[in-house]
């Protein structure tokens, strides 16, 4: 059963687990925002805690933030000789592949061996029981072969010890992607991502006696598709599998939650899901969903005991970008520092000097932004590179400022109701103004592109400028977030 609620929300993509002892680990896909590759853990896999990433040192981050939705793919976790191994793609930083490794998963994690010779993305790493380590990805041959390469590794050096073959092209769908491989019962299971991450994704598997084949597809592939349904999670695919020690197996993957009339559109990125996974005369069949309570508000405040961990930035390391000096924080000029958009309702509120913003966006190019100057507060909107203004109001300095998202409006006998509506407001010394509203669906993947989710946070123009106060509140559950104290007030 494909589940409603993530595990981990939010633009949280391409997940991989592994587990050591009774606790497991999960990394996820980041994209051109640093630090990269998210580290969570959990002992009960529906509730996860983020405790760091795994590279967030500017050695490790080489031209991440050269363009939206470059930088960071897929990557793969495992755990291995009492080490946790984790290798990815930087796009925008070739060729080839980065593996990092640490004892403690805590870091810091090493500065990345570069596997020069695998060109393609999506890496993942396996051992067998003699040793030897598999390297897979997606990627092209020479000859113009494509679909999901192998070659044995030698993961001190970063040499590959026999040349890339390709060991399957699934079953015909776009875009095989996404290798796993897992050994069980005598079998080695390739477990891969094909359809393209939009609705046609589907996750199909095959097997075989040996870890670089000849692989025999599942007789009832895909074991994971929502195409062609009206699920409410859709885009369903790149799975990880994981073993648990009494024996089972658990499935985890990425999802999106499309909302709004015909075609919907999803704005919270891709997220991860969860399931348990049975075994069918040999083939693995996805079963029952694992789904955490979403009910809860998530408050989360920029305070003088740090920065969060979420706190993310497409400009760079947000400790390089955000400073506090004698209790007040300092945001760096042309400056974005922020957290990613875990829920379908949120209130995001701000007190910032002069020079200062809030702004939830997807890109550069698809944003709307609450800015702070001298003599006024403007809203505006930028829809591919195309500036809007909303609204404005006179102001004198150190202003409140707020970004909501709120359910969308149905209008009767119309199909034009998006996914949900965006407000701008600011608090005038006596109640909340609305500077402007705009529909949800101009900050939605479906019509900017790319592969990320929204982030909301802390914009700064040609300045240096202060920020005073910064609260994220967000819930599944619309009625939950405004009851939460002075929210609409």
Known sequence: ???????????????????????????????????????FSSSDLRRWTQIGHVLDRPEQLERVNA???????????????????????????????????????????????????AHGIDPDLAWDDDGRCWLSWSGELPAGQQGILQAQLDPVTGSLLSEPAVAWRGTGGQFPEGPHLH????????VIAEGGTERGHAVTVARSSSPD?????CPFNP???????????????????????????????????????????????????????????????????????????LVEALTADGIPLSFVSPSGLPADLLRIEGGRWHLGENAFVGRRQEHLFTSTRAKVGPGVGLELRIDPHHRVS?????????????IGDIPIALGELIADGTSTIELRTEPSPERAGTLRHGPDLIVARVFDGREWRDLGRIDGRYLSTEVAGGFTGRFVGLLAENQDAVVHEFVYRGSDSYSALTETQGLLS
């Not at 009339?261 to 069918?280: I, K, N, Y």
Request: some cysteine.
């Open 213 to 217: 084949g000849p692989f025999e597809p």
């Open 67 to 117: 363009r939206p939705s470059g930088g960071i793919y897929a990557p793969t976790l495992r755990h291995h000789d009492a080490r946790f191994w984790m290798i990815t793609t930087n796009v925008t930083n070739g060729p080839g592949q980065l593996l990092v490794t640490v004892e403690d998963p805590a870091g810091p994690w090493s500065d990345p061996l570069r596997i020069m010779d």
């Open 183 to 190: 050994k069980k019962d005598g079998f080695w299971y390739l």
């Open 370 to 382: 609450v800015r702070v100057g001298s003599q006024s507060v403007r809203a505006v909107a930028t």
């Open 223 to 297: 074991i994971l598709t929502a195409r062609g349904t009206d699920r409410p999670t859709q885009n369903t695919g790149h799975a990880d599998l994981v073993q648990l020690a009494d024996g089972s197996w658990v499935i985890v993957f990425l999802g999106t939650r499309p909302r709004g009339s015909t075609p919907a559109w999803h704005v919270l990125g891709r997220e991860t899901f969860a399931a348990w996974l049975s075994w069918d005369d040999g083939w693995p069949r996805v079963g029952a969903a694992i789904e955490p309570d979403r009910d809860e508000v």
């Open 1 to 39: 059963m494909i589940p409603e609620t993530p595990i981990i929300p939010g633009f949280h993509p391409d997940p991989s687990i592994c587990r050591v002892g009774s606790t497991y680990y999960l990394v996820t896909s980041s994209f051109e925002y640093a630090p990269g590759v998210p580290l």
